[in-house]
């Protein structure tokens, strides 16, 4: 039977009791992006290590697509797979309590414009009542990297602006994935879609690996510019966590040990500090990203870790930062 990822360390939970809303995670039933299965059972296991998780949020990640129909509507598949697993967990948070994936990030592809609409109404009708929007992935970078998009420049195309707008209009969010070098082109495509909520993933990813290895001041420098500049955009909210390769260099998924509370701290804390100064607590939500970063410290210590960055807030900007902003900006419930 899966357990999820197996407890990493020995930390006492920090703030047992704060409501966390995970805003960022994923399942799958294969090996996924990491080798191995993260089914329900796997993030409940997660989820139930002592930290107050009450809700989640699925965001997507090329699961369990449909094998067979329109290829523009076989992403349905997935949300179809996750709506089963949420009505799952709904069912025993009712019984035996524990955290509920309360909403459904799905994919759609935005540069069909307008005509995206037939797949956000597929994906609605899939969801049970869980569809909160859409992550279509604009990572691209002209060097040899992990890059998601087909090409660059994705966001100033006119059919994908369409596609986001669409969003809007259906009361649908935008999540945005992309490298600290796109947050220019980020900035333009918020101003462009005054009226979508957009949710920039990973701290707008600041990257230390490939060419910029070497370059954390650099990195640092112009992340923190155009940072910024995008929190100036009043439709956008952040996702703070993706904390898998510090600007360091460290590669605490290779050295056999995973890293403490302390070592995230050590290593992100400025950067999820600046991130949170510049956006405000009530437009900053924390999230796991596991089970990718699974790879590099454990569910309990990466809630501590945040626990700890949050310290010198106070309680309404704690209920912010830990639920209250991703449920508004994913329509769900609040504790406010």
């Given at each position: 039977?899966?357990?999820?990822?197996?407890?990493?360390?020995?930390?006492?939970?920090?703030?047992?009791?704060?409501?966390?809303?995970?805003?960022?995670?994923?399942?799958?039933?294969?090996?996924?992006?990491?080798?191995?299965?993260?089914?329900?059972?796997?993030?409940?296991?997660?989820?139930s290590r002592g930290h107050n998780v009450v809700r989640t949020v699925f965001v997507?990640?090329?699961?369990?697509?449909?094998?067979?129909?329109?290829?523009?509507?076989?992403?349905?598949?997935?949300?179809?797979?996750?709506?089963?697993?949420?009505?799952?967990?709904?069912?025993?948070?009712?019984?035996?309590?524990?955290?509920?994936?309360?909403?459904?990030?799905?994919?759609?592809?935005?540069?069909?414009?307008?005509?995206?609409?037939?797949?956000?109404?597929?994906?609605?009708?899939?969801?049970?009542?869980?569809?909160?929007?859409?992550?279509?992935?604009?990572?691209?970078?002209?060097?040899?990297?992990?890059?998601?998009?087909?090409?660059?420049?994705?966001?100033?195309?006119?059919?994908?602006?369409?596609?986001?707008?669409?969003?809007?209009?259906?009361?649908?969010?935008?999540?945005?994935?992309?490298?600290?070098?796109?947050?220019?082109?980020?900035?333009?495509?918020?101003?462009?879609?005054?009226?979508?909520?957009?949710?920039?993933?990973?701290?707008?990813?600041?990257?230390?690996?490939?060419?910029?290895?070497?370059?954390?001041?650099?990195?640092?420098?112009?992340?923190?510019?155009?940072?910024?500049?995008?929190?100036?955009?009043?439709?956008?909210?952040?996702?703070?966590?993706?904390?898998?390769?510090?600007?360091?260099?460290?590669?605490?998924?290779?050295?056999?040990?995973?890293?403490?509370?302390?070592e995230i701290v050590g290593a992100w804390g400025e950067e999820m500090r600046f991130?949170?100064?510049?956006?405000?607590?009530?437009?900053?939500?924390?999230?796991?990203?596991?089970?990718?970063?699974?790879?590099?410290?454990?569910?309990?210590?990466?809630?501590?870790?945040?626990?700890?960055?949050?310290?010198?807030?106070?309680?309404?900007?704690?209920?912010?930062?830990?639920?209250?902003?991703?449920?508004?900006?994913?329509?769900?419930?609040?504790?406010g």
């Amino acid at each position: 039977m899966t357990t999820g990822t197996e407890p990493q360390g020995s930390e006492a939970v920090l703030e047992p009791d704060l409501p966390i809303c995970d805003a960022h995670h994923h399942l799958w039933e294969d090996r996924g992006h990491t080798g191995s299965a993260y089914p329900l059972e796997a993030l409940l296991a997660d989820t139930s290590r002592g930290h107050n998780v009450v809700r989640t949020v699925f965001v997507e990640c090329h699961t369990a697509y449909r094998t067979d129909g329109p290829e523009h509507l076989r992403p349905v598949g997935e949300t179809e797979y996750v709506a089963a697993a949420a009505q799952a967990s709904a069912e025993r948070a009712a019984t035996t309590g524990g955290s509920e994936i309360a909403g459904i990030v799905a994919h759609a592809d935005l540069t069909l414009g307008d005509a995206v609409e037939e797949v956000l109404v597929a994906h609605d009708t899939a969801g049970g009542g869980r569809f909160r929007g859409i992550r279509y992935t604009t990572a691209f970078d002209e060097h040899p990297m992990n890059n998601g998009a087909a090409r660059g420049g994705i966001m100033a195309e006119d059919d994908f602006r369409r596609g986001v707008r669409k969003l809007g209009e259906l009361g649908l969010s935008y999540d945005v994935f992309c490298f600290h070098p796109q947050l220019p082109e980020l900035v333009d495509l918020a101003r462009a879609c005054p009226d979508v909520t957009i949710v920039a993933n990973h701290l707008g990813v600041p990257i230390a690996g490939g060419p910029y290895r070497g370059r954390a001041d650099e990195v640092r420098t112009f992340w923190q510019t155009h940072m910024a500049e995008l929190a100036t955009c009043d439709n956008v909210v952040l996702k703070v966590g993706g904390l898998t390769r510090p600007l360091s260099g460290d590669r605490w998924d290779k050295r056999g040990t995973p890293a403490t509370s302390e070592e995230i701290v050590g290593a992100w804390g400025e950067e999820m500090r600046f991130a949170i100064d510049n956006f405000g607590p009530s437009r900053c939500m924390f999230e796991s990203n596991f089970p990718v970063d699974a790879s590099c410290f454990g569910y309990v210590e990466v809630w501590n870790a945040f626990k700890l960055v949050a310290a010198g807030h106070t309680a309404a900007e704690k209920r912010d930062l830990f639920h209250d902003t991703a449920a508004r900006a994913y329509r769900l419930p609040t504790f406010g």
